[in-house]
């Protein structure tokens, strides 16, 4: 159920230090996807690891699903715009993502698991964002959650705009899920021609947009053409962030995330990462012998 709220305002918008376009490639049973975020980037944009963005019509693109993988010392988000997936894991978890849900699992300190289409035709559609465990917390136990479309909270501005609060708060709504160390701000954004959404974002925060669904927007002065992420400036004059739908150009689409970083080492191999090069090997040892998730 959405609310109607007044819109806020910011002084100074942060600008856009880099447009980034996403790489094609496949993962899991040969899955297509886009992978926005990249190792590279991981740094920057602490303490978020990797976007994937998946979208397509065909079901060759997805049919080969992610059969059972591990995890160990993160946790995975993933948004669903399209389509059905169904989720199983080794702690006896099993969830159904459907459009408009979320999908938030902890893997700690280790987890298998497997996504698979409960489609064979259609279009699947969605997003999957992994964010980073503070070291102390990365052999937690691991944990699961399903939201379901009508539980993730969501308001609507005056001007038409609308605002799904996936993760942390923001006009005064909290989202579905609140985590304290990292503070992530996850929220998908939806702007009619000529609206526009401001936004205040604390000034230590990385951040960062996502451009999708075909029609480009203007963030903090700069436009971002769809299937495009613009890193926002860590400005300490900025009190947030501007978006923009031009007049004329469609509606626009905006995956918008925010967090603290946790300024930690990062080593990652594959699916598994920690703080060490040795934290890596424990983990691949632990899988090789059917304790990880123990």
């Known amino acids: 159920m959405k609310t109607t709220l007044t819109a ?14 996403g790489q094609p490639t496949s993962d899991g049973a040969g899955v297509k996807l886009t992978r926005v975020l990249t190792q590279p980037l991981q740094r920057r944009l602490d303490p978020f690891l990797m976007l994937d963005a998946f979208g397509s019509d065909a079901a060759s ?3 080969g699903g992610f059969p059972d993988h591990p995890h160990r010392g993160f946790e995975t988000v993933t948004i669903m715009k399209a389509g059905r997936m169904r989720h199983g894991d080794s702690v006896g978890n099993s969830g159904l993502l459907e459009p408009g849900s979320v999908q938030w699992m ?3 300190r280790g987890i298998v698991h497997s996504e698979m289409p409960e489609q064979e035709e259609g279009r699947m559609a969605g997003f999957q964002l992994w964010v980073n465990l503070a070291a102390k ?3 937690q136990p691991p944990a699961y959650r399903d939201v379901a479309p009508a539980q993730v909270p969501a308001f609507a501005l005056e001007d038409g705009s609308t605002v799904r609060v996936v993760a942390g708060r923001t006009h005064g709504v909290d989202g579905a899920v609140q ?3 990292t503070e992530p701000l996850v929220l998908d954004i939806t702007l009619p021609p000529g609206a526009r959404f401001e936004l205040p974002l604390p000034a230590g925060h990385n951040a960062f947009a996502y451009v999708y669904g ?8 700069t436009p971002v053409a769809s299937d495009t992420m613009a890193i926002l400036a860590n400005d300490r004059d900025a009190d947030g962030v501007r978006l923009i739908a031009p007049e004329g150009e469609g509606t626009v689409q ?3 995330v ?3 970083p946790l300024n930690e080492p990062i080593a990652q191999y594959g699916p598994f990462v920690m703080n060490t090069p040795q934290e890596i090997q424990q983990a691949f040892a632990d899988f090789q012998r059917g304790v990880l998730a123990a």
Do not use: H
């Not at 806020?8 to 376009?21: D, Y």
């Open 8 to 21: 806020q305002t910011i002084t100074r918008s942060r600008g856009v230090e880099r447009l980034v376009r």
């Open 61 to 63: 693109d997805y049919l």
């Open 106 to 108: 902890t893997a700690g």
């Open 137 to 139: 917390d990365k052999m």
């Open 179 to 181: 985590r304290p160390a």
């Open 214 to 221: 075909g029609a480009a927007a203007e963030i903090g002065g």
């Open 254 to 256: 905006i995956l918008l």
């Open 258 to 260: 925010a967090g603290a």
